[in-house]
Protein backbone atom coordinates (compact mmCIF):
# COMPACT_ATOMS: atom_id res chain seq x y z
CA UNK A 1 0.00 0.00 0.00
CA UNK A 2 1.53 3.51 -1.03
CA UNK A 3 1.80 6.17 1.46
CA UNK A 4 0.46 9.76 0.68
CA UNK A 5 3.55 11.61 -0.20
CA UNK A 6 4.14 14.53 2.99
CA UNK A 7 3.11 18.70 2.63
CA UNK A 8 5.76 21.02 2.89
CA UNK A 9 5.49 23.72 4.66
CA UNK A 10 7.81 27.42 5.57
CA UNK A 11 7.91 28.62 8.66
CA UNK A 12 8.03 32.77 7.64
CA UNK A 13 9.66 34.64 10.52
CA UNK A 14 11.37 34.55 14.01
CA UNK A 15 14.00 31.69 15.23
CA UNK A 16 13.11 29.39 12.10
CA UNK A 17 12.96 31.29 9.70
CA UNK A 18 12.98 29.84 6.31
CA UNK A 19 12.58 25.82 8.02
CA UNK A 20 10.36 23.97 6.34
CA UNK A 21 8.79 21.10 8.32
CA UNK A 22 6.03 18.58 6.50
CA UNK A 23 2.61 17.68 7.12
CA UNK A 24 0.23 14.50 6.60
CA UNK A 25 -1.45 16.44 2.98
CA UNK A 26 -5.07 14.76 4.13
CA UNK A 27 -7.97 15.71 2.17
CA UNK A 28 -9.24 18.92 4.32
CA UNK A 29 -6.06 20.12 5.49
CA UNK A 30 -5.55 23.95 4.52
CA UNK A 31 -1.98 25.49 5.71
CA UNK A 32 -2.83 28.74 6.42
CA UNK A 33 -1.01 30.77 3.51
CA UNK A 34 1.74 32.79 4.39
CA UNK A 35 0.24 36.13 3.61
CA UNK A 36 -2.15 35.45 5.91
CA UNK A 37 -0.21 34.17 8.39
CA UNK A 38 2.04 37.39 8.23
CA UNK A 39 -0.33 39.13 8.98
CA UNK A 40 -1.54 37.21 11.71
CA UNK A 41 1.46 36.74 13.55
CA UNK A 42 2.06 41.03 12.77
CA UNK A 43 -1.24 41.34 14.68
CA UNK A 44 0.06 39.15 17.32
CA UNK A 45 3.52 40.91 17.49
CA UNK A 46 3.12 42.59 21.36
CA UNK A 47 2.20 39.47 22.86
CA UNK A 48 3.37 36.84 21.56
CA UNK A 49 6.71 36.78 23.52
CA UNK A 50 6.07 33.84 26.53
CA UNK A 51 2.62 33.36 25.34
CA UNK A 52 0.82 29.87 26.24
CA UNK A 53 -0.65 29.08 22.42
CA UNK A 54 -3.43 26.52 21.58
CA UNK A 55 -3.75 25.14 17.74
CA UNK A 56 -7.25 23.49 17.28
CA UNK A 57 -7.82 21.81 14.30
CA UNK A 58 -4.31 21.86 14.29
CA UNK A 59 -3.50 19.93 10.68
CA UNK A 60 -0.31 21.00 9.12
CA UNK A 61 0.73 22.57 13.20
CA UNK A 62 1.38 26.17 10.86
CA UNK A 63 0.34 28.36 13.09
CA UNK A 64 1.40 26.66 16.10
CA UNK A 65 4.99 26.34 14.80
CA UNK A 66 5.01 29.52 13.36
CA UNK A 67 3.90 30.99 16.67
CA UNK A 68 6.59 28.86 18.76
CA UNK A 69 9.33 30.74 15.95
CA UNK A 70 8.02 33.99 17.21
CA UNK A 71 8.68 33.63 20.97
CA UNK A 72 5.72 31.88 22.23
CA UNK A 73 6.86 29.52 25.28
CA UNK A 74 4.43 26.86 24.33
CA UNK A 75 2.17 25.34 21.82
CA UNK A 76 -0.58 22.62 22.58
CA UNK A 77 -1.56 21.31 19.30
CA UNK A 78 -4.87 19.15 19.45
CA UNK A 79 -5.79 17.19 15.87
CA UNK A 80 -7.89 14.12 15.26
CA UNK A 81 -6.32 12.95 12.56
CA UNK A 82 -3.64 10.22 13.47
CA UNK A 83 -1.32 10.93 10.65
CA UNK A 84 -1.01 14.34 11.10
CA UNK A 85 -0.34 14.28 14.88
CA UNK A 86 2.86 11.92 14.21
CA UNK A 87 3.73 14.51 11.27
CA UNK A 88 3.74 17.08 13.99
CA UNK A 89 5.90 15.07 16.05
CA UNK A 90 8.41 14.31 13.46
CA UNK A 91 8.37 18.49 12.95
CA UNK A 92 8.40 19.09 16.68
CA UNK A 93 11.89 17.19 16.90
CA UNK A 94 12.94 18.50 13.64
CA UNK A 95 13.24 21.94 15.22
CA UNK A 96 14.39 21.02 18.26
CA UNK A 97 10.81 22.01 20.16
CA UNK A 98 9.52 18.83 21.87
CA UNK A 99 9.67 20.05 25.69
CA UNK A 100 7.57 23.32 24.28
CA UNK A 101 4.98 21.32 22.41
CA UNK A 102 2.11 19.33 23.62
CA UNK A 103 0.77 17.28 20.50
CA UNK A 104 -3.49 15.39 21.47
CA UNK A 105 -4.51 13.19 19.21
CA UNK A 106 -8.49 14.20 20.41
CA UNK A 107 -11.39 16.34 19.15
CA UNK A 108 -10.99 19.30 19.79
CA UNK A 109 -14.49 20.21 21.33
CA UNK A 110 -14.37 16.95 23.14
CA UNK A 111 -10.29 18.11 24.38
CA UNK A 112 -11.44 21.73 25.29
CA UNK A 113 -14.31 20.61 27.48
CA UNK A 114 -12.06 18.60 30.11
CA UNK A 115 -9.04 20.69 30.00
CA UNK A 116 -7.32 22.39 32.51
CA UNK A 117 -5.12 24.13 30.71
CA UNK A 118 -4.73 27.81 30.19
CA UNK A 119 -4.28 30.08 26.90
CA UNK A 120 -3.00 33.12 26.35
CA UNK A 121 -3.66 32.47 22.29
CA UNK A 122 -5.94 30.48 20.21
CA UNK A 123 -6.05 29.33 16.81
CA UNK A 124 -9.34 28.77 15.29
CA UNK A 125 -9.64 27.15 11.84
CA UNK A 126 -12.11 24.22 11.62
CA UNK A 127 -13.00 22.19 8.63
CA UNK A 128 -15.35 24.88 6.59
CA UNK A 129 -18.35 21.98 6.31
CA UNK A 130 -18.39 21.28 9.81
CA UNK A 131 -19.99 24.93 10.83
CA UNK A 132 -18.14 24.38 14.39
CA UNK A 133 -16.86 28.27 14.68
CA UNK A 134 -19.77 29.35 17.45
CA UNK A 135 -19.63 26.13 19.62
CA UNK A 136 -15.41 26.06 19.57
CA UNK A 137 -15.82 29.88 20.62
CA UNK A 138 -17.88 29.13 23.99
CA UNK A 139 -15.89 25.92 24.49
CA UNK A 140 -12.71 27.79 24.37
CA UNK A 141 -13.80 30.95 26.94
CA UNK A 142 -13.00 29.20 30.37
CA UNK A 143 -9.46 28.29 29.15
CA UNK A 144 -8.37 31.64 27.92
CA UNK A 145 -6.65 33.57 30.15
CA UNK A 146 -7.16 37.55 30.76
CA UNK A 147 -5.98 39.88 27.72
CA UNK A 148 -6.34 36.82 25.56
CA UNK A 149 -6.07 36.74 22.26
CA UNK A 150 -8.08 34.23 19.46
CA UNK A 151 -7.42 34.04 15.53
CA UNK A 152 -10.40 32.25 13.33
CA UNK A 153 -10.93 32.04 10.07
CA UNK A 154 -13.91 31.05 7.79
CA UNK A 155 -14.97 30.85 4.08
CA UNK A 156 -15.77 34.13 2.74
CA UNK A 157 -19.12 33.49 1.68
CA UNK A 158 -19.98 32.43 5.90
CA UNK A 159 -21.16 35.42 8.13
CA UNK A 160 -19.78 33.41 11.40
CA UNK A 161 -21.76 34.43 14.98
CA UNK A 162 -20.12 35.47 17.69
CA UNK A 163 -21.08 34.42 20.74
CA UNK A 164 -21.63 37.05 23.67
CA UNK A 165 -18.57 38.43 25.41
CA UNK A 166 -16.62 38.11 22.51
CA UNK A 167 -15.22 41.58 20.39
CA UNK A 168 -13.26 41.53 17.06
CA UNK A 169 -10.05 43.38 16.63
CA UNK A 170 -9.29 43.26 13.44
CA UNK A 171 -10.75 41.01 10.26
CA UNK A 172 -9.48 40.68 6.68
CA UNK A 173 -10.41 39.08 3.65
CA UNK A 174 -7.58 37.43 1.40
CA UNK A 175 -8.90 35.42 -1.86
CA UNK A 176 -11.90 33.31 -0.60
CA UNK A 177 -11.04 33.59 2.99
CA UNK A 178 -11.97 35.86 5.94
CA UNK A 179 -10.11 35.77 9.19
CA UNK A 180 -10.00 37.66 12.19
CA UNK A 181 -8.43 38.81 15.60
CA UNK A 182 -11.09 38.26 18.26
CA UNK A 183 -10.65 38.71 22.49
CA UNK A 184 -13.12 37.34 24.95
CA UNK A 185 -14.18 39.33 28.11
CA UNK A 186 -15.64 36.84 30.79
CA UNK A 187 -18.87 38.88 32.01
CA UNK A 188 -17.81 40.41 35.67
CA UNK A 189 -19.71 38.15 38.62
CA UNK A 190 -21.60 39.61 41.04
CA UNK A 191 -20.05 40.79 44.06
CA UNK A 192 -21.74 37.87 46.99
CA UNK A 193 -21.34 40.57 49.78
CA UNK A 194 -23.10 43.48 47.80
CA UNK A 195 -26.07 41.69 46.62
CA UNK A 196 -27.94 44.41 44.96
CA UNK A 197 -31.52 45.14 46.19
CA UNK A 198 -32.38 41.01 47.48
CA UNK A 199 -35.55 41.47 49.16
Not at 85 to 90: F, G, I, K, N
Request: charged share 20%; aromatic share 10%.
Amino acid sequence: MSHRPLGRLRVIGGEWRSRLIEFDAADGVRPTPDRVRQTLFDWLSPIIAGAACVDLFAGSGALGFEALSRGAATACFVETGLAQTQAMHAAAAKLGATSRVEIVNRDALAWLRNTRAQFDIAFVDPPYAACLWQPVLLALQPVLKSNNRVYVEWPKAVTPLWPSGWRVLKEKTAGQVSYALATYEAPVSQDPSNPGNSA
